[in-house]
């Protein structure tokens, strides 16, 4: 039912985003990714998608730039026809006790993680309206529901996010659109992956206990949650199995905030 439908996905060059756009081009939609990175590369994963039999365009639109959101969406659906769907994913992270919190970091991250999906809503709502269909999809977090020391930044974002996304529920309830949030735990994304060998060297421990006891000691399964697992949660979210979930923020944290 998805096939030929199209989504726009910010924050796509990589982990969760890509996961995400991934998941979508095995199902036919057309994407338009989008984030920073090596051009090459970037070039390398948009002609991967776009092997998949789906058109995949690039956009380098700066999250920080309410003008170049305006026009990445006018120019998704320009260039794929429609913007169906809609996933908010482009965040960044600083930790610091607030007292040493840049105020430049306060502002990109309010700015990426929160502010940037008011924008692209804004603008990709009444193109869902005049369709009669869509499907917003915000990447908040456990962070979203529950705190940690030094995240001031990123945990008011993601609270934020989480309004967004009841707010916007509310407003497109009647139109066939739906919009939630995806708050996943730690999840196994190269970011991830790259810290592990010097906090092991570091701390003078394994690589499995920095796994076990250092980034996972908040989420009860010890496992990480994977990029395949949250994008098939989105998958569903895009089928008609799950037009009645709507303002729904669900956790994906292997029980982290249940406890
Ligand atoms: P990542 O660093 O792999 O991906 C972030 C993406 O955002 C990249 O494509 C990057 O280029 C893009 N980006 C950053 N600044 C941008 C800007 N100004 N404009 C456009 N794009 C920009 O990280 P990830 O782990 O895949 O995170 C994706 C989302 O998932 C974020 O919102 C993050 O908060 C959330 N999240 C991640 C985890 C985790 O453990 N990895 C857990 C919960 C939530």
Not at 72 to 97: F, R, Y
Not at 190 to 219: C, F, H, N, S, Y
């Amino acid at each position: 039912m998805l096939k030929g439908k199209s989504a726009v996905i910010t924050g796509s060059t990589s982990g969760i985003g890509l996961g995400y756009a991934t998941a979508l081009a095995d199902a036919g939609v057309n994407v338009m990714i989008n984030g920073f990175g090596d051009a090459d590369a970037i070039e390398a994963e948009r002609a991967k998608l776009e092997a998949k039999g789906v058109k995949a365009v690039y956009s380098g639109a700066d999250m920080t730039k309410p003008a170049e959101i305006a026009a990445m969406i006018a120019e998704a659906n320009d260039k794929l026809g429609s913007v169906d769907i809609l996933i908010n994913n482009a965040g960044i992270q600083h930790v610091a006790p607030i007292e040493d919190f840049p105020d430049e970091k306060w502002n990109a991250i309010i700015a990426i993680n929160l502010s940037s999906a008011f924008h692209t809503t804004k603008h990709a709502v009444p193109l869902m309206k005049a369709r009669g269909w869509g499907r917003i999809i915000n990447t908040a977090s456990a962070h979203a529901l529950v705190a940690s020391p030094a995240k001031s930044a990123y945990v008011a974002a993601k609270h934020g996010i989480a309004g967004l996304t009841k707010v916007v529920a509310l407003e497109v309830a009647e139109h066939g659109i739906t919009a939630n949030a995806i708050c996943p735990g730690y999840v196994w994304t190269p970011l991830a992956e790259k810290q592990i060998p010097d906090t092991a060297k570091a701390r003078g421990i394994t690589e499995e206990e920095v796994k076990r006891d250092v980034l996972l000691a908040a989420q009860p399964t010890r496992e990480f949650v994977t990029v395949e697992q949250v994008a098939a949660l989105a998958m569903f979210l895009c089928q008609d199995a799950a037009k009645s979930i709507t303002g729904a923020i669900l956790p994906m944290d292997g029980g982290w905030t249940a406890a």
